[in-house]
């Protein structure tokens, strides 16, 4: 994405460039996440859930991985 620039509002808002809207895909309504790292504004949008369900997952475990998982963190918690 090339470089764009924008001007803070008169009453602190902030209004990123079409090119920004554009790249993250950022609709009316969106819901995004704020952050600074050193003097940067980090801008995230916020998935929704229906977003969230159909993405392929990041991680797979089996049902057995799972159970023995949760017999650990299970088992952590009551000490």
Known sequence: MAES???????EELYPPK????ALNLKPGTKVRYWVEGSRLIV???PTVEELVNRKPTVTITL????????????????
């Open 5 to 11: 620039e924008s001007v803070v509002g008169s009453k």
């Open 19 to 22: 090119s920004v809207r554009k």
């Open 44 to 46: 995230e949008p916020i």
């Open 64 to 79: 057995k991985e799972l159970h023995t998982e949760r017999r650990r963190l299970s088992a952590e918690l009551e000490r």
